[in-house]
């Protein structure tokens, strides 16, 4: 059993930046490919951003290419959402994921366990 504890999420700017961080239990973390995903008002689900497991492959959405980056600290069991240049279209709720699979996806399917969500909202 894992559990994900998403914190760092709060009221920005557009164009400033917050930080995530998912702290995660168990001896497993390592194991285990990351992911994070979002939620807004009124639509489904979509991902955001993958981590391998050893942090040295990532992938991103086309909609935050370039303006966040996902990493990893195993030593910690803890993965990060760094986002930049945040746009109001980036407000929603996000979510960390934990997968037991081996490569990377952006299905939410593939992934096992969930955290409880972070509020991001970012103003005009």
């Known amino acids: 059993q894992v559990q994900l504890v998403e914190s760092g999420g709060g009221l920005v700017q557009a164009g400033g930046s917050l930080r995530l961080s998912c702290a995660a239990s168990g001896r497993t973390f390592s194991t285990r490919v990351m992911g994070w995903f979002r939620q807004a008002p009124g639509k489904e689900r979509e991902f955001v951003a993958a981590i391998s497991r050893d942090g040295d492959s990532t992938y991103y959405a086309d909609s935050v290419k370039g303006r966040f980056t996902t990493s990893r600290d195993n030593a910690k069991n803890t993965v990060y959402l760094q986002m930049n240049n945040l746009k109001t279209e980036d407000t929603a709720v996000y979510y960390c994921?934990?997968?037991?699979?081996?490569?990377?996806?952006?299905?939410?399917?593939?992934?096992?366990?969930w955290g409880q969500g972070t509020q991001v909202t970012v103003s005009s």
């Open positions: 994921a934990a997968s037991g699979r081996l490569i990377i996806s952006m299905r939410s399917d593939f992934y096992s366990y």
